[in-house]
């Protein structure tokens, strides 16, 4: 793998100052759903300036965001400083948005707007003080949504492994921060109360759990499953609930990604940044992906390379 061949298709050189590390580098280099491809170089997303451009709508020294489309897979990843990017990886910046904001709120940012529309979009539509769950809440993905879903004004219920090590989520805006239910509550099949009209479950674990407990025509976004690539569902509860279940990923086009990290950053007070992610070096990143195998909720994590 080389993260600078420029013949397949139009492409932007980038120097990358910050990159970020997701849930998706640790699948492709702990080799979970296939082999570790050869040369691998860890980064799925990052953001820097362009140094060279095949397409006019980029020029030098523009500030990009880039994530997806094979970095840090079937490409090179956003780690090794400099390479070139698809085009369609690339997002200008918002105005006033530095590098490392964007690789702080990064893919996070786009999943957690996109959930926000796909929970507004339905009958129980997110308003203020709407109740909203999250789910691994201390995590890159589950903490950027906390705290969006929180500065916009509503009531978010974190849930972590630890709640105890959670006061960053309450800083962040949450109005609960929870612990995980125990084993029994969450093989139940009885109903509970009707508490949320919109979760986002990032791991999977507690899909069951929320679904009896989501309101009458309720959205249950899911974003993610670290915990297994299937759970146990409660389809009475998801029929006699009126429930929406509504797939959400990263995959926006250009102008998609750039709105997103605008509206999360609206939003967010001073010192949220700091709040929502850990600056690492680069020396630390073999250490900081054997950490996501260990369930360990680390915010986001951003590697320094400028």
């Known amino acids: 793998m080389v993260a600078t061949d420029r013949d397949a298709l139009p492409s932007l050189r980038v120097k990358i100052d910050y990159a970020a590390l997701n849930f998706r580098d640790f699948i492709t280099a702990s080799g979970m759903f296939g082999s570790v491809p050869p040369g691998y170089v860890p980064g799925n997303e990052g953001a820097g300036i362009v140094l060279a451009s095949d397409d006019p709508?980029?020029?030098?020294g523009d500030r990009?965001?880039?994530?997806?489309?094979?970095?840090g897979e079937k490409l090179g990843g956003t780690t090794a400083g400099e390479l070139d990017v698809p085009i369609a990886a690339a997002c200008p910046l918002p105005d006033g948005m530095t590098t490392w904001q964007a690789a702080t709120l990064g893919v996070a940012a786009l999943v957690a707007v996109a959930a926000g529309q796909a929970m507004t979009s339905g009958r129980n539509a997110l308003q203020g003080g709407t109740s909203v769950a999250v789910t691994g809440a201390m995590g890159g993905t589950g903490r950027v949504a906390a705290a969006y879903f929180a500065r916009s004004g509503q009531l978010v219920t974190a849930f972590t492994r630890d709640p105890a090590l959670a006061n960053v989520l309450a800083d962040l805006g949450c109005a609960e921060v929870l612990g995980l239910p125990d084993a029994s509550a969450l093989a139940a099949d009885a109903f509970g109360p009707e508490r949320f009209a919109a979760a986002l479950d990032v791991t999977g674990t507690l899909v069951n759990w929320l679904i009896r407990h989501m309101q009458t025509d309720g959205t249950l976004a899911l974003v993610g499953f670290s915990a297994g690539r299937t759970v146990q569902l409660n389809a009475i509860a998801v029929i006699l609930r009126r429930l929406r279940l509504v797939g959400?990923?990263?995959?926006?086009g250009a102008a998609e990604k750039t709105r997103a990290l605008d509206a999360v950053s609206k939003v967010l007070q001073p010192g949220d940044y700091d709040r929502l992610a850990r600056l690492v070096q680069p020396q630390d990143v073999g250490r900081v992906l054997r950490q996501f195998g260990q369930g360990a909720g680390q915010g986001r994590i951003v590697v320094a390379l400028t």
């Open 248 to 252: 959400v990923n990263a995959g926006l």
């Open 57 to 60: 709508a980029f020029q030098t």
């Open 64 to 71: 990009v965001f880039v994530s997806g489309h094979g970095l």
